[in-house]
C-alpha cells in the first residue's frame, strides 16, 4: 500500500494556525470535572447576587402557579402523564406512531396493546384542566367530548378495556386519532406555513416573535433534501410576503436544520458534504438576506458540529452576504465543546464583519448521546452527565455572549425560571437580547415574565410547521424532554415540589456535589463494572482523533506478512513447499506476502506436542491464564494501527468494520478471562451431609482444533481460541484460506502475551489437507468450527468415524436471517437498519439481513426510502473513510453473488442497486434489493450485499412466521414494531437465536447479546455468553470423607 494510499484514509486536520477550531476538537471528550471547574470560575457570581436572582426565580414559580387556571393544555398534560408513569409512557408510544400508521387492523392493535393495561384510573380527577380529565376518557370525537355517566367513571379500566378489545370498532380509534391531533396542534404552529403565519398574527401571539421550522426526518436520499429545499425556500418567500420590519432581528426568521439538506451529512462524507451542502444553505442565506430576515442553523447531533462550522464559516464569509447580521447558529451547551464553540464564532464574526444571532439551547439529544458513547468505546462523552453541569455550562455560555456584543446577538431558548432570572441579571440594563420558547411550551412562565415591572426584552416562540404525522420524532423528543420528572416544565406544575427545589441554583448544587460526573454514568471504559474493561474505540466523527490513528497506521502501510506455521517445536530446515500468493480483496494487484501452509506431517507432530503440553496448561488455573488473555487484550489495543491496516488489505474491511472487530477481540479476550476467573479457577463447593466436603470443578477437555472463517478473522478466531484456552485445553487454530496473515498476528500477539506455543499452535492451510487430518485425529477432543453448513456436516462425520471418545462440536454456521416491519414502525428508522443489516460488511456478516417482509400497506412508502438511501451509499477502497461498502472476499464469491443476482432479475422484480464505480481493481458488488414472494424461493444463503423483499398481509402474520422457520435456519431476526404484543409473539414465535427489536440486527457485543444459532444455523451455546467455556470443558466432582478419621469435629463443636 502506498503512502498516497493510507493518506486517503485521512480527514484533514484543521490549517495549523487555526487554534480556534483545533480548541474545538480538543474538548470532545474532555473531561467533565475539569470543565465544569473551568465553568464555574467563569460564571462566578457574589452572595448577593445569587441571592437576588435566587428570589427572583423563586417568585417567578410561585407567581405561575398561582395563575394555574390559565395553565396550558400541554402543561397540565405532562404534569399529570409525566414519564415516571405507565400511562404517560403509554401516551407518548401512542403519539410517537398512531398517526402514521396508514390501516385500521394495526391502528386497533397499537391502541389495544398501548391502551388495555394501564391505570387510567389513578389519574381520574386528579388534573386541574377539564380537558387533562376528558382526555383521561380517551373519547374526544371532532373535537367534540362524550360525557361519561358517574356510575361509569368508576369503572373507567373495564369500560376501556372493552373499548379497546371490541374488534371493528371504530369509535376508539377515531377518537384517539383526534387526541393525538389536538396533542399535535399545541406543539404545530400550522400544517403550512401560510397556516402558521396566520397564527402567529392572532391576538394572543403577538406579543411574541417567530422563528419557523420546517418539521421532518434527517434526509435520507436526494429527494427528500429536494424536497425540503423547496419548502424551505417557499417557507422563506412567505414569510418575506408578510409584514416586517427593517431589523433583522426583530423580523419573523426561519430555523433550517442542514441534515435535512445533505442525506449524508457525517464526517466520513466531509469532502462531499462541503461541496455540496455549502451552496444550498447559502442560496436559502441569501434569499433569507433578500427578504430581511434572519435564518439560524439548527443544532444537531454531536458527531456533527465540526461539519457544521465548516459550513456555517464557509457561507458567512461569502460577500453576497455583506452585511446582512442575520446567519445565526444554535448551539448546545450540553456539549463540553460549547464555549470553544462561542469563541471560534466570536472570531469568524471579526473575519466576516457580521454580527452573528447565537441561540443557546440546553440540548435535546441527551440520552442518545450518552449510549453512542457508550456503545462506540469513546475515550468520554460529548455532553455533560449531570443536569446540573450542563446548567452551569448555560450560564457561563450566557455570559461569554453577553460580553461580546459586537459579535453576536443572544437568544436565550429556555424554560427555567432560574436561568431567566440569572441571564436577567448578567444582562443588566441592555435590552439587545432575547429569550426562546417552544411552541406549546413554557406559555405560563413567559406570559409571567413578560408582564414583570420593567420587562422589556423580546421573546421568541420557535414554532415547527408541517403536517401532523410530521410532527412525530419532533414531538416525541420534547415529551420526553419535558416529560422527564427532573424537566423544569413538568416540576414548576408540581406543588408537590417545594419552589426552592423547582428554582434550585445549579452553581450552588455543583458546589454541593463537586463537579464531577453522575455516578451511575460511567464512562465508557467502565461500562461493565470493576471486572471487566469495555473496549476502546476511535472516534471517526473526531478529525484529530482520526489522523492521530493514521499516522500510526503509516509506518505498516508497505509492510509484508508472510504467514508460516507456528508450532511447539521450531520448523525444521528445508522443509519448503509451496507458496501461495496473499491477494488484497479491495486491490488485486496489492500482494501482502506469501503463504506456507502446514504440512500433515506437522499437523501430526503438532497434536502429540499439544497433547503432551495439555494436563501442565489445565494445571495452571483459570486465575493464571485469564492474567495472560487480558495481557493479550491490552496488546491488541496497542497494536490497533497494524491489526486496521491488515484488515484492511487481507480482508477488505472498511474503517468503521476494523475497528469494531478489533474491540470484538478484545471483548472476547477480556470476556473469557473473566468466565475464566469466576468458573474455571477454585472449586465450586457443593451442598451436602455433614462430615464430607463435596467440589466440583472445570477442566479442558484435552485439544481443541479452533476452525475460523474469513468473514471475521481476527474476532471469531480469537474467540474461539481464547475460550479454549481460557477452559484449560491446549489449541490448534486453522485460519481461512482467504484471511491467514491477520490470524497469525492475533497468534504471536498471545504467545507475546505469555500463552506457551505448545498451548496454542498456528497452522494455517487448505481445509481439505490440514483441516481434513485435525478432525480426523482420535487424539482431537473437540472442534470449535465457524463456517458453512456443509462444512459442519463433513466434520460432524469425520468426528463420528473415528475409532475414539466422542468429541465435543461446537459449530455456528449460516442464517437467511429476516426482519418482519409492520406498518407502526418508523419508515426511515426501518431503511438506516435495514441498509446496515443488509449491505454494511458488504453483507458478509453469519447475522446480516437476506430477506425484509413489509406489510403492504407501507411497502410502496419504505421501498421508495430504500431505493433513494441505496443510491447513497459509498461503495469502494475501504482504505478510504468515505467508502460504505468495500469488496467481497475472493472472485468465487462474487462470481457467485453475481450468478444469483442475475437469476433474480430475470425471475422477480430489481427493487434497487447501488451505484458501482468504475476502475475499481478489486472483487466489488453493488449492494442490490430484489422483490420476491416469498423467502421459499431462496434455495440457500447468498452471503453477500443482497437483499430480498417479500410483501405481506397483516392478517398473513403466522404464515410468515411459518415460511421463516421452515427454512430450517435460525440465526438472527428482526421485529420492527410499536405495538409491544407483536413484538412478543413475533420473537416467541420464531426460532431463531438472536432476535432484535426496533433496531439492526446486526453486531452482538461480547457478554451482552452473546451470539449463536439453533437448528442449521448451529449447535450452540452462544459465543460471547455465560454458557459458551463450559461446552470447552470437563466437570469432575471431588468427595472427601472428613469423618474417616474417626469423627466430624464441625458437628461436634456446635454450640447449643
Not at 422 to 445: C, I, N, P, S
Not at 497 to 511: C, I, T
Not at 713 to 729: D, E, K, R, W
Amino acid at each position: 500500500m502506498s503512502e498516497s494510499g493510507i493518506r486517503d484514509f485521512l480527514i484533514s486536520e484543521p490549517a495549523e494556525g487555526d487554534t480556534r477550531r483545533q480548541a474545538v476538537t480538543r474538548l470532545y471528550h474532555a473531561d467533565e470535572t475539569e470543565v465544569v471547574s473551568e465553568l464555574l470560575a467563569e460564571v462566578e457570581m457574589d452572595a448577593a447576587v445569587r441571592e437576588r436572582v435566587s428570589r427572583r426565580a423563586q417568585d417567578l414559580v410561585r407567581t405561575v402557579r398561582d395563575r394555574k387556571e390559565e395553565r396550558g393544555l400541554l402543561d397540565a398534560f405532562m404534569q399529570q402523564y409525566d414519564l415516571s408513569s405507565e400511562e404517560g409512557v403509554v401516551l407518548m408510544c401512542l403519539a410517537e406512531a398512531l398517526l402514521r400508521i396508514p390501516d385500521d387492523d394495526t391502528a386497533e392493535k397499537l391502541i389495544a396493546d398501548k391502551l388495555g393495561e394501564a391505570d387510567w384510573e389513578s389519574h381520574l380527577g386528579k388534573s386541574s384542566s377539564v380537558l387533562v380529565n376528558a382526555s383521561t376518557w380517551g373519547l374526544m370525537l371532532t373535537g367534540k367530548l362524550v360525557a361519561l355517566s358517574e356510575s361509569a367513571q368508576t369503572n373507567l379500566k373495564s369500560i376501556l378495556k372493552r373499548l379497546v378489545n371490541r374488534s371493528g370498532e371504530p369509535m376508539v380509534r377515531t377518537a384517539i386519532r383526534q387526541a393525538m391531533k389536538i396533542m399535535g396542534h399545541q406543539y404545530v404552529m400550522g400544517r403550512t406555513i401560510e397556516e402558521a403565519l396566520d397564527r402567529s398574527e392572532e391576538k394572543r401571539h403577538r406579543p411574541y416573535r417567530h422563528s419557523f421550522d420546517m418539521l421532518g426526518e434527517a434526509a435520507l436520499t436526494a429527494e427528500d433534501t429536494a424536497r425540503f429545499m423547496e419548502a424551505y425556500r417557499n417557507a422563506i418567500e412567505a414569510i418575506g410576503r408578510r409584514e416586517r420590519t427593517d431589523s433583522v432581528f426583530e423580523s419573523p426568521s426561519i430555523s433550517v436544520k442542514l441534515s435535512a439538506l445533505h442525506p449524508r451529512l457525517e464526517e466520513s462524507q466531509r469532502d462531499r458534504v462541503l461541496a455540496e451542502l455549502t451552496p444550498r444553505l447559502l442560496e436559502l442565506a441569501q434569499l433569507a438576506k433578500s427578504n430581511r430576515m434572519a435564518l439560524t442553523v439548527d443544532s444537531e447531533e454531536a458527531n456533527r458540529l465540526m461539519l457544521l462550522l465548516d459550513v456555517f464559516e464557509a457561507v458567512l464569509l461569502e460577500p453576497s452576504l455583506e452585511g446582512w447580521n442575520g446567519l445565526g447558529m444554535a448551539l448546545q451547551t450540553y456539549q463540553s465543546r460549547a464555549p470553544a464553540v462561542i469563541d471560534f464564532l466570536a472570531d469568524l464574526s471579526r473575519r466576516s464583519g457580521q454580527r452573528i444571532p447565537i441561540r443557546l439551547v440546553k440540548g435535546a439529544y441527551w440520552d442518545s448521546e450518552i449510549k453512542h458513547a457508550q456503545v462506540e468505546g469513546h475515550e468520554g462523552y460529548p455532553v455533560f452527565t449531570r443536569k446540573a453541569n450542563t446548567d452551569v455550562s448555560y450560564l457561563a455560555c450566557a455570559r461569554k455572549v453577553l460580553a461580546d456584543r459586537q459579535a453576536f446577538y443572544p437568544q436565550f431558548a429556555t424554560h427555567n425560571a432560574h436561568t431567566i432570572a440569572a441571564v436577567t441579571e448578567m444582562a443588566g440594563d441592555r435590552l439587545d437580547y432575547e429569550f426562546q420558547r417552544l411552541h406549546g411550551m413554557g406559555k405560563d412562565l413567559y406570559g409571567v415574565v413578560m408582564k414583570q415591572p420593567g420587562f422589556r426584552h423580546a421573546c421568541r416562540v420557535y414554532a415547527p410547521v408541517g403536517r401532523h404525522e410530521d410532527l412525530l420524532p419532533y414531538l416525541v423528543r420534547r415529551l420526553l424532554e419535558n416529560g422527564s420528572n427532573t424537566s423544569f416544565v413538568n416540576r414548576i406544575s408540581d406543588e408537590s415540589m417545594p419552589v426552592e427545589s423547582v428554582a434550585e441554583d445549579p452553581l450552588q448544587k455543583v458546589a454541593q456535589t463537586r463537579p464531577v460526573p453522575h455516578p451511575a454514568i460511567p464512562l465508557p471504559r467502565d461500562l461493565y463494572g470493576p471486572d471487566r474493561l469495555n473496549s476502546s474505540g476511535v472516534n471517526l466523527d473526531d478529525p484529530s482523533e482520526v489522523n492521530r490513528l493514521a499516522d500510526r497506521m503509516q509506518s505498516f502501510a508497505s509492510s509484508r506478512w508472510d504467514v508460516e506455521p507456528l508450532l511447539a517445536d521450531a520448523l525444521k530446515p528445508g522443509v519448503a513447499p509451496n507458496h501461495d500468493d496473499n491477494v488484497n480483496p479491495g486491490n488485486v494487484s496489492d500482494v501482502l506476502g506469501h503463504i506456507r501452509a502446514t504440512t500433515t506431517g506437522e499437523v501430526e507432530a503438532a497434536v502429540a506436542a499439544a497433547q503432551h503440553y495439555q494436563p501442565e496448561w489445565d494445571r495452571l488455573g483459570g486465575a493464571r491464564r485469564a492474567d495472560l488473555l487480558e495481557r493479550a487484550a491490552d496488546l491488541v489495543e496497542a497494536r490497533q494501527p497494524e491489526f486496521m491496516v491488515l484488515l484492511m488489505r487481507e480482508a477488505g474491511k472498511t474503517a468503521h468494520d476494523a475497528i469494531s472487530e478489533i474491540r470484538e477481540t478484545v471483548d472476547f479476550l477480556r470476556y473469557y478471562a473473566l468466565q475464566a476467573r469466576l468458573h474455571f479457577d477454585a472449586p465450586r463447593r457443593m451442598p451436602g451431609p455433614t462430615g464430607e466436603t463435596n467440589d466440583l470443578s472445570l477442566h479442558g477437555r484435552g485439544v481443541f482444533a479452533c476452525i475460523s472463517p474469513w468473514n471475521f478473522p481476527l474476532a471469531i478466531f480469537t474467540g474461539q481460541v481464547s475460550a479454549a484456552l481460557a477452559a484449560g485445553n491446549a489449541v490448534l487454530a486453522k485460519p481461512a484460506d482467504q484471511t491467514p496473515a491477520i490470524a497469525a498476528l492475533a497468534v504471536r500477539v498471545l504467545h507475546e502475551a505469555g500463552v506457551p506455543r505448545a498451548a496454542l499452535q498456528f497452522v494455517p492451510g487448505r481445509g481439505s489437507v490440514v483441516g481434513a487430518a485435525l478432525t480426523s485425529d482420535p487424539r482431537i477432543a473437540g472442534v470449535a468450527l465457524t463456517g458453512s453448513m456443509a462444512t459442519a456436516h463433513l466434520i460432524n462425520r469425520a468426528l463420528a468415524a473415528r475409532d475414539a471418545p466422542l468429541a465435543a462440536f461446537i459449530a455456528e454456521t449460516g442464517g437467511q436471517n429476516a426482519m418482519i416491519v409492520d406498518s407502526s414502525a418508523l419508515p426511515q428508522q426501518v431503511v438506516q437498519d435495514v441498509i446496515r443489516s443488509a449491505f454494511h460488511s458488504a453483507g458478509q456478516r453469519c447475522s446480516a439481513l437476506r430477506v425484509l417482509y413489509l406489510q403492504s400497506d407501507v411497502a410502496d412508502t419504505i421501498l421508495e426510502l430504500l431505493r433513494g438511501a441505496m443510491r447513497e451509499l459509498v461503495v469502494g477502497d475501504p482504505r478510504l473513510l468515505s467508502t460504505d461498502i468495500g469488496p467481497v472476499i475472493d472472485e468465487r464469491a462474487l462470481k457467485d453473488l453475481e450468478a444469483h443476482a442475475s437469476r433474480m432479475a430475470q425471475e422477480h422484480r430489481l427493487v434497487a442497486r447501488s451505484p458501482l464505480p468504475p476502475g475499481l481493481d478489486g472483487h466489488y458488488m453493488a449492494p442490490c434489493a430484489f422483490e420476491i414472494e416469498s423467502i421459499a424461493v431462496l434455495e440457500e444463503e447468498n452471503f453477500g450485499p443482497v437483499l430480498h423483499v417479500v410483501r405481506y398481509r397483516s392478517r398473513d402474520l403466522d404464515r410468515v412466521i411459518d415460511e421463516i422457520n421452515a427454512t430450517g435456519f435460525g440465526l438472527t431476526v428482526g421485529v420492527h414494531s410499536r405495538i409491544d404484543h407483536t413484538q412478543r409473539y413475533i420473537a416467541g414465535r420464531v426460532r431463531a437465536g438472536n432476535c432484535y427489536i426496533n433496531r439492526n440486527i446486526i453486531g452482538a457485543v461480547v457478554g451482552v447479546q452473546p451470539f449463536g444459532g439453533e437448528n442449521l444455523s448451529g449447535t450452540g451455546p452462544k459465543a460471547g455468553g455465560p454458557h459458551y467455556m463450559h461446552r470447552f470443558s470437563t466437570e469432575r466432582t471431588l468427595t472427601v470423607n472428613t469423618a474417616a478419621v474417626g469423627g466430624n469435629a464441625n458437628l461436634l463443636d456446635l454450640n447449643d
